[in-house]
């Protein structure tokens, strides 16, 4: 057997788990592991890949980013957009065919986000050997409970907060972190609470400028100066428009800024001092938490014991503190949402956050 591995989207802490995983458990069954460079690209003739075994895992559990690295562009984005399909053109599967079969390749791990295992899917169904590995800092699809990567954004989070607090606390102003989440406000919810922010605004809960403010203003009066706001990327404004950086870049729309225009809406309503602050990338680069090392690994381990049951077409899952598997084609298109009305939305709520509803 000779197992490919490829990482594409965007990148997230635990990736290199994930390769530890699958050359750690290749290895022990005497398979030869080849790791594609820069996602599916790196199948393109004439190939860009490399050999690994484990003593080129030597260390890479706690680096940010992927040795392989990656891309969420090119020739197979298969997403451009919420709902946008594209099918990867017929001759550029050809000519990464060509380069599975002149290397020998009889299983492929693709460790992607709902874009990537969408053109996983394809290949599947064209007949390639696919293995799936879920991952997105987002943690947004419904197919598995958790994926590496999102704790230690939710981390980064939580200490932005506690530096943003007592700048704020100084100041007495109203402090913004503008923070990822494209279609789902989980960074937004888990490190907003971790980090004690006050109100927090997601991509699934409509906010009105009334509330936010009537809250603050309620804060001011019970002696409360300062208020730390958490918004996640994808959340809309009250008028419905998502912030977006730029139009197109070759993959998806850019989203970016709705930080900046909720802190100048907010400074002129409360009259209060604000600054707004983007968390940015910084969510996805750095060192795995021990969380995500330790998930990235099984979900690798996961991924070669399918291959070795020639179980193709699945992908790897997180559920019920168990790594299991599930249909790729029913993990793809489901994203899970924060849903308004949930036991972690009401706890929330009840120890005083606004949610801006
Ligand atoms: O989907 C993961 C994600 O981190 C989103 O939260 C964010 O909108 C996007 O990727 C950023 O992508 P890029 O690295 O292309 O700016």
Redesign the pocket.
Known sequence: MKIGILNS????PGLNAVIHGVVGAADQLGWEVIGFRDGFEGLLPPGDFTVLKPKDTIGILKLGGTILGTT??GHFAAKVGKGDIAEVPPEIVAKAKQTMDELGITALVIVG?DGSLTTGLQLYREGWPIIGVPK???N?LSATAFTFGFDS?VSTVVDALDRLHTTGESHKRIMLLEV???HAGW?ALWGGIAGGANVVLLPEIPFTFEKITEFINQRDAQGYHSTLVVVA??ASMPDGHIVTLDAN?G??V???GIGEQVAAKLQKLTGKETRACTL??L??GGSPTALDRILGMRFGVMAVKLAEEGRFGRMVSYQSYHVDSVSIEEAVHQLRLVEPESELVVAAKAVGICLGD
């Open positions: 989207g965007g990148d997230c969420n562009k986000g997105t800092i987002d947004d954004a990822m989440g494209r960074i990327e994808g870049t993959g998806e850019r989203l970016g940015g990338h969510q996805r």
